[in-house]
């Protein structure tokens, strides 16, 4: 009862910690509902009131409802980052400038940073993180990979005393929407497309999504995080999902795949294998379980083997939590004195040295084949030589649809091989006078 | 270059920080070789080494392979808890006492202390956890529940900001592995049983685990963490699986279910539905896909929405990497100076107040329910009479296997209904002549 009353006391006695927030778009304003929502049970996680104290946003005006009063809104976020009477920057402007200069502002007048912003951290990230860590500043990023699933504190936290061997991610909700639909309903890229656009799912410019690079700058953070080394976007090898037809969807199915976007990274020996691409996986793997805009990474690790985490990793309210648990931390931090404890990459931003990435002519993996080849005898024969030649052996073979059409689809399911010698012979066999058009092959991930 | 030679020197300058190990078991030495094989990479992370210096173990003989010296090893724990050149202490002794004792003296000599130790926790856990908030102390058990899945860290921490709705557990390995064996082999309970014995994932005495009182357990920890009020393992509904059938198991897959030991805790407006028990879910769903020992926590979130997290539950190395992963963060801290930014449950330990339970009879879900009836006309509609009375519509019936036997299984699954009903109906129909044995009944979650 003593202790109580005098923890009681003392947190009567805790001034609130104060946040400013940089852009009031969608995720800024699920920030200001979940924290006026949550408004009391932050108070009581933290022992003191979380308190909004002002929003920079150009053209934010007055709600009532939301809290945000006249004298809350003011428009320049530079001004509002060097404000004294400000404990946490939460920048949720986007784009580079005039974030950079507000985040560094902050920095530099001794306030914490929570940001959602993974396009200014691939660029800017490491002076940012220095400018924090010299200060002993926390920087949160929790939302800008993943949304709502935690795997920037999992990987520099959870799993920060194993060494991580792989990562698979699926860390695009617009693409794995769009595989998701074009399975269940057989439809085409460019319809579903179409109906993702028009139910939000994707942006009007879907380019960033739809061609893998989202999914490649993300990569980068999760490599760094897992592997502690750094990586360029344009050194991770990038495909797309627009060239997915949904004949090649059916066939993964039947086969026993799904068909996903997956950013993949692998520690081989120092080696860092990067890629982002369609991939078969087998359908009893809980990632081919994953489905519409979820997200989910999966990782394999040295002594805790397999693990995954599975949630929304886009939206208002699932960005916005990411970004008030990053607030929270902050605060229960300085509530409790010390510099922040984490580097922002798991790593001293000094040791982290660029990676030494591994050829994508060496990656190793087994792959799905389609030809569309003359309906007559010995074309499978003819493929099938020059795949041996190549030292490319076959798992499995499937004819499908005989007779009437000029070319008929001819499936192949290869056992492991390098991906060098594949396109050594994808290239003799599109020569072949048999074969009718570019062959398509999608890498399967069978053993992950 | 001026602030990397800086960060470099202050690193060479850091004392190391010194890790005793109370308990050299199994999981012990997992610790003992992760410490030692990411020793490197720790020091990295840490910019100072991580040192073992004193082992507390009753019959421990010197490992020179592990690195444990005879200088290293000791008899006494409380003597290690209470040794000046240790700075982090690691209960893995199990058991009641001496691990308090220790703990505790440990904390009193202002060491951060992790541990494995859960049914400690749920006897004592008020204790520990005051003691060291009161002097600004770590506390780790990530280890304690999920094994390698930091469900700790992801309720505390990264969920924080939101508020959850429910918690659906697999976490007890070994009834999962059972279940699934059960379900892919078709086998009876007991022989499975053997099997999971012989190959080490049951314990020669098993009955904390396929009783439920192990995930029990597990699930107070999870409500405290989730919803922040206090619960006792016996105001939790507990039902274990030794009673499940192969036929049930069967008829299961056949409605489009999988059979899981599920850890259940929902928020119902204050008053919080704690069970765990036998539960149908949809193969659809990712939960169902959870197999073998593995173990993984769905959550569903007010703002975050759906989450879950996988991973392996128990086992010498995955829970290694949860205790060196509270060791690493417990350094990290200590580097930074400050008090523990987390309360060890999230919230200050004197605002957590004792939950108010909700009965079990108004616990509102689907039911699963087969009757050994005899196989003459008239038997259906005898049931389904008393089900009806007793406000329990049917969503559908399966009637398997006519003819022969004297009692035929009559399967049936109803809509929602209130436990309280089901068992007034049930209670009805056990009566009825036709009805040979006893009513089975598995709950269903079907809208997780």
Redesign the interface.
Request: with cysteine; aromatic share 4%; charged share 25%.
């Given at each position: 009862m003593a202790?109580?009353a005098r923890?009681?006391a003392s947190?009567r006695r805790r001034e609130p910690v104060r946040v400013g927030l940089l852009g009031c778009g969608t995720v800024g304003t699920?920030v200001v509902k979940?924290?006026r929502h949550?408004a009391e049970?932050?108070a009581?996680?933290l022992?003191t009131r979380l308190e909004l104290v002002a929003v920079a946003d150009r053209s934010l005006k007055p709600q009532p409802s939301l809290g945000l009063s006249r004298a809350l809104i003011m428009r320049d976020p530079l001004e509002l980052a060097a404000r004294a009477d400000v404990d946490i920057v939460v920048e949720l402007l986007g784009g580079r400038d005039p974030a950079r200069s507000a985040i560094l502002i902050a920095l530099e007048n001794g306030k914490d940073v929570v940001t959602a912003n993974k396009a200014l951290l691939a660029e800017d990230g490491e002076q940012i993180f220095?400018a924090a860590?010299?200060r002993?500043l926390a920087v949160g990023f929790?939302a800008s990979v993943g949304g709502?699933?935690?795997i920037i504190?999992?990987l520099r936290?959870?799993?920060?005393?194993?060494?991580q061997r792989a990562v698979y991610g699926i860390v695009n909700g617009t693409c794995n929407y769009i595989l998701t639909r074009m399975s269940e309903q057989g439809s085409e890229f460019s319809a579903v497309l179409k109906q993702a656009q028009c139910s939000g799912l994707a942006e009007a410019d879907p380019t960033l999504d739809i061609d893998g690079h989202d999914a490649a700058h993300k990569l980068c953070l999760l490599v760094t995080l897992a592997f502690?080394v750094m990586l360029k976007p344009d050194q991770v090898y990038t495909e797309g999902i627009s060239k997915i037809e949904p004949l090649d969807v059916a066939c993964a199915t039947e086969l026993g795949f799904a068909l996903k976007l997956l950013a993949i990274a692998k520690d081989d020996d120092g080696a860092i294998e990067a890629r982002v691409h369609p991939t078969m996986t087998p359908l009893?793997?809980?990632l081919s379980?994953?489905r519409d805009a979820?997200n989910a990474i999966y990782i394999q690790?040295?002594?805790?083997?397999?693990?995954?985490?599975?949630?929304?990793g886009a939206?208002q309210?699932?960005t916005?939590?990411?970004v008030?648990?990053d607030?929270?931390?902050s605060a229960?931090?300085r509530?409790?004195?010390?510099?922040?404890?984490?580097?922002p990459l798991?790593?001293?931003m000094?040791?982290i040295r660029p990676a030494r990435v591994k050829s994508m002519d060496d990656v190793v993996c087994e792959y799905y084949l389609r030809f569309m080849a003359a309906d007559r005898p010995g074309v499978l024969g003819a493929i099938a030589s020059v795949l041996g030649r190549c030292g490319i052996s076959l798992a499995s073979v499937i004819q499908r649809e005989r007779g009437g059409a000029a070319a008929v689809p001819v499936i192949m399911r290869t056992h492991e091989a390098r991906e060098r010698d594949l396109k050594l012979a994808l290239g003799e066999i599109q020569k072949l006078s048999v074969v009718k058009a570019r062959p398509v092959f999608i890498r399967i991930e069978e053993h992950l």
């Amino acid at each position: 009862m003593a202790l109580e009353a005098r923890a009681e006391a003392s947190d009567r006695r805790r001034e609130p910690v104060r946040v400013g927030l940089l852009g009031c778009g969608t995720v800024g304003t699920g920030v200001v509902k979940l924290l006026r929502h949550n408004a009391e049970m932050l108070a009581r996680k933290l022992g003191t009131r979380l308190e909004l104290v002002a929003v920079a946003d150009r053209s934010l005006k007055p709600q009532p409802s939301l809290g945000l009063s006249r004298a809350l809104i003011m428009r320049d976020p530079l001004e509002l980052a060097a404000r004294a009477d400000v404990d946490i920057v939460v920048e949720l402007l986007g784009g580079r400038d005039p974030a950079r200069s507000a985040i560094l502002i902050a920095l530099e007048n001794g306030k914490d940073v929570v940001t959602a912003n993974k396009a200014l951290l691939a660029e800017d990230g490491e002076q940012i993180f220095r400018a924090a860590a010299e200060r002993g500043l926390a920087v949160g990023f929790e939302a800008s990979v993943g949304g709502g699933v935690p795997i920037i504190r999992i990987l520099r936290e959870a799993l920060a005393a194993d060494r991580q061997r792989a990562v698979y991610g699926i860390v695009n909700g617009t693409c794995n929407y769009i595989l998701t639909r074009m399975s269940e309903q057989g439809s085409e890229f460019s319809a579903v497309l179409k109906q993702a656009q028009c139910s939000g799912l994707a942006e009007a410019d879907p380019t960033l999504d739809i061609d893998g690079h989202d999914a490649a700058h993300k990569l980068c953070l999760l490599v760094t995080l897992a592997f502690g080394v750094m990586l360029k976007p344009d050194q991770v090898y990038t495909e797309g999902i627009s060239k997915i037809e949904p004949l090649d969807v059916a066939c993964a199915t039947e086969l026993g795949f799904a068909l996903k976007l997956l950013a993949i990274a692998k520690d081989d020996d120092g080696a860092i294998e990067a890629r982002v691409h369609p991939t078969m996986t087998p359908l009893s793997h809980l990632l081919s379980g994953v489905r519409d805009a979820f997200n989910a990474i999966y990782i394999q690790s040295e002594a805790l083997g397999s693990s995954m985490y599975f949630g929304l990793g886009a939206g208002q309210m699932p960005t916005a939590s990411a970004v008030a648990a990053d607030i929270l931390e902050s605060a229960r931090r300085r509530l409790c004195g010390g510099r922040w404890a984490a580097n922002p990459l798991g790593y001293p931003m000094q040791s982290i040295r660029p990676a030494r990435v591994k050829s994508m002519d060496d990656v190793v993996c087994e792959y799905y084949l389609r030809f569309m080849a003359a309906d007559r005898p010995g074309v499978l024969g003819a493929i099938a030589s020059v795949l041996g030649r190549c030292g490319i052996s076959l798992a499995s073979v499937i004819q499908r649809e005989r007779g009437g059409a000029a070319a008929v689809p001819v499936i192949m399911r290869t056992h492991e091989a390098r991906e060098r010698d594949l396109k050594l012979a994808l290239g003799e066999i599109q020569k072949l006078s048999v074969v009718k058009a570019r062959p398509v092959f999608i890498r399967i991930e069978e053993h992950l």
